[in-house]
């Protein structure tokens, strides 16, 4: 597999060595949920979670022998101009065939769940990325009682729009929805839904 690559994104900060949350404010990106502990005094900071998504699909990804370069801060919230030039600057360079993968979650009304994966509107290959993906997260998702309806979107979102290969955009659950917040700090469910992505960007990419 030394001619595909995987380039990794994880959307928004993370929590620093003085237990701040680094995205702004203004972002939000955060939800309080006042019964749970969570990620301290009941929030539960998207950053973090999509950081362990990622590095959970990075390693699963690695072992099944590809080769994956992620283009986040592990701490800071990397703007999205700098995540997309390293990502074309990485494909570029290596001239290899490349999915650029970015992790978030999903946040709207409390009441909404599941999985959802975003491509650029314009772009055939990335919506079959998606697609591939949707067949096995989705399903995997409902499993663990997250319904997942028509999981596969087009959007422009910066990092679907900027980058010079195929690219999907995960939504993986809704961090306003309690069910699903319970989920994302669930590590079997975590790591069962990294190996099902996986095999979307397998059935893609191969």
Known sequence: ????????????????????????????????????????????????????????????????????????????????TRRTNIANYIQSNLKAEALFISFHSNAFD????????????????????AEAVADFAGPYCEEWGSPSPNPVRGASFHVLTYTQMPAILIEALFFDNEEDTDLLLDREFCSGLCAEILKGVQRFIL
């Open 110 to 129: 409390q009441t909404w769940r599941g999985f959802q994966v975003y491509h650029h509107l314009n772009s055939q290959k990335g919506k079959s990325a």
């Open 1 to 80: 597999m030394n001619n595909k690559i995987l380039i990794i994104d994880a959307g928004h900060g993370n929590i620093n060595s003085a237990g701040q949350y680094t995205t702004p404010p203004n972002y939000g990106k955060k939800w309080q949920h006042s019964a749970k502990g969570y990620h301290g005094g009941g929030w539960f900071y998207e950053g973090l979670s999509n950081k362990q998504l990622a590095a959970e699909f990075i390693a699963q990804a690695t072992r099944a022998g590809f080769f994956c370069f992620p283009v986040f801060d592990p701490i800071e919230d990397t703007s999205l």
